[in-house]
């Protein structure tokens, strides 16, 4: 290996660390507005985000001797086990605070145990004097690839979860696709899913330039994530969200009980408030703000639309999307994020998404 490489590895191994703690320090002091009002509903998960990139300076060692045997073994283990580890932190903290699915610290606790021995270990002998590890390779490799297939599982066991939780609450609970950051989340997915495919990559090969341009990438992918991260994804009030957490089984039991004449009286009550009332039109219309306006449960109301229409979501937005076709017709003149606007959308971007789900 040349000279140099063990230089320029060191480098990489710098500016990773630099961007996590640039990204701690912002996602800990920095909140837009109105998240700044309540840190606790816009920016679930904060104090875990700001942990995990903390966490990133056990790789001083590597950074100031990167042609160590033992710092080489330390950044390797960074980069398969823990970094996945940790992308199950940002995901379940961020996504089962928002959903309010309280075993996730339990699940975190217990599938970290293994990790955070592992990783105390080999910072322990990065940092204590000689070269313990040489001569270890098989060793190495096997603690390596057990923990990282272990991660890996936990890893993608969240982003499941996640993607039923999206789509369940696209179809149940908003009519606006941007209160469920299913476009944010969507791209953080995809940011996780390449790193996870970049750390397997050069826990493989095991070449320390491949492991330095891995670092680089990976860096440019938590830039991404702040940047995409500063503005909360989350235009709800609090004791909204509160109101709508997933009753998938209440509300199927409400919806064998409901008598037939009891669900028509819901039916046109639910048509007189979102059609005749024009709630369609609330950008941010909830399935909890028609069953306060109609006078009836919550879960009989979303039994109900389910029936009745395949879910809150696409109920709320064929009207609004046959709202937006109207107003052009009449309208010639008018842009699409202004009919957009007129018809009930957040947003341009919030019409093209339902747009292209061809409800």
């Given at each position: 290996?040349?000279?140099s490489?063990?230089?320029?590895c060191?480098v990489a191994?710098?500016m990773f660390l630099?961007?996590?703690l640039m990204?701690?320090?912002v996602?800990?002091f920095?909140?837009?507005?109105?998240?700044?009002r309540?840190?606790?509903f816009?920016?679930?998960?904060r104090?875990?985000?700001?942990?995990v990139f903390?966490?990133?300076l056990?790789?001083?060692p590597?950074?100031?001797h990167p042609?160590?045997?033992?710092?080489w073994?330390?950044v390797r283990?960074?980069?398969?086990?823990?970094?996945?580890?940790?992308?199950?932190?940002?995901?379940s903290s961020?996504f089962?605070?928002?959903?309010q699915?309280?075993r996730?610290?339990i699940?975190i606790?217990?599938?970290?145990?293994?990790?955070?021995?592992a990783?105390?270990?080999?910072?322990?002998?990065?940092?204590w004097?000689?070269?313990?590890l040489?001569?270890?390779?098989a060793?190495?490799?096997?603690i390596?690839?057990?923990t990282?297939?272990f991660?890996t599982?936990a890893?993608?066991?969240?982003?499941?979860?996640i993607i039923?939780?999206a789509?369940?609450s696209?179809?149940?609970?908003?009519s606006?696709?941007e209160d469920f950051p299913v476009?944010?989340?969507?791209?953080?997915?995809?940011?996780?899913c390449?790193s996870m495919a970049?750390c397997w990559?050069?826990a493989?090969?095991?070449?320390p330039?491949?492991?330095?341009l891995?670092?680089l990438?990976?860096?440019?992918?938590i830039?991404?994530?702040?940047?995409?991260a500063?503005h909360?994804?989350?235009n709800?009030?609090?004791?909204?969200?509160?109101a709508t957490?997933p009753?998938?089984?209440e509300?199927?039991?409400?919806?064998?009980?409901i008598?037939?004449?009891?669900?028509k009286e819901?039916?046109?009550?639910?048509?007189?408030?979102?059609e005749?009332?024009?709630?369609?039109?609330?950008?941010?219309?909830?399935?909890?703000d028609?069953a306060?306006?109609?006078?009836y449960n919550?879960?009989?109301v979303?039994?109900?639309i389910?029936?009745?229409?395949?879910?809150?979501?696409?109920?709320?937005?064929?009207?609004?999307?046959?709202r937006?076709?109207?107003?052009?017709?009449?309208?010639p003149?008018?842009?699409?994020?202004?009919a957009?606007?007129?018809?009930?959308?957040?947003?341009?971007r919030?019409?093209?998404a339902?747009?292209?789900?061809?409800?």
């Amino acid at each position: 290996m040349s000279p140099s490489v063990p230089y320029l590895c060191g480098v990489a191994a710098a500016m990773f660390l630099a961007v996590c703690l640039m990204a701690a320090a912002v996602r800990w002091f920095h909140m837009c507005r109105p998240g700044d009002r309540n840190p606790r509903f816009y920016y679930p998960g904060r104090p875990y985000v700001t942990a995990v990139f903390l966490n990133a300076l056990v790789l001083i060692p590597y950074v100031l001797h990167p042609e160590s045997a033992d710092a080489w073994y330390l950044v390797r283990l960074y980069f398969l086990p823990v970094v996945f580890f940790h992308y199950t932190i940002l995901l379940s903290s961020y996504f089962g605070s928002m959903m309010q699915w309280k075993r996730w610290r339990i699940s975190i606790l217990l599938a970290g145990l293994p990790v955070a021995l592992a990783l105390t270990a080999a910072f322990v002998l990065a940092v204590w004097p000689g070269e313990q590890l040489a001569g270890s390779s098989a060793v190495i490799d096997y603690i390596l690839y057990a923990t990282g297939l272990f991660t890996t599982g936990a890893c993608t066991y969240s982003m499941i979860l996640i993607i039923r939780w999206a789509r369940r609450s696209d179809e149940d609970d908003f009519s606006n696709p941007e209160d469920f950051p299913v476009v944010a989340t969507r791209r953080w997915l995809w940011l996780v899913c390449s790193s996870m495919a970049l750390c397997w990559t050069a826990a493989i090969v095991n070449r320390p330039g491949l492991m330095a341009l891995v670092q680089l990438l990976i860096a440019a992918g938590i830039v991404i994530f702040l940047i995409t991260a500063l503005h909360p994804h989350r235009n709800q009030p609090e004791e909204t969200a509160q109101a709508t957490a997933p009753k998938t089984q209440e509300k199927q039991s409400y919806q064998r009980a409901i008598p037939l004449k009891k669900r028509k009286e819901i039916l046109a009550a639910i048509r007189t408030v979102v059609e005749e009332q024009g709630a369609f039109l609330d950008p941010h219309l909830t399935l909890q703000d028609v069953a306060d306006r109609s006078g009836y449960n919550r879960s009989y109301v979303a039994a109900v639309i389910k029936t009745e229409f395949g879910g809150f979501f696409n109920y709320v937005n064929r009207l609004r999307l046959a709202r937006v076709d109207a107003y052009l017709k009449e309208n010639p003149a008018a842009t699409v994020q202004e009919a957009a606007e007129e018809s009930g959308f957040a947003s341009r971007r919030a019409y093209y998404a339902v747009r292209s789900k061809a409800i």
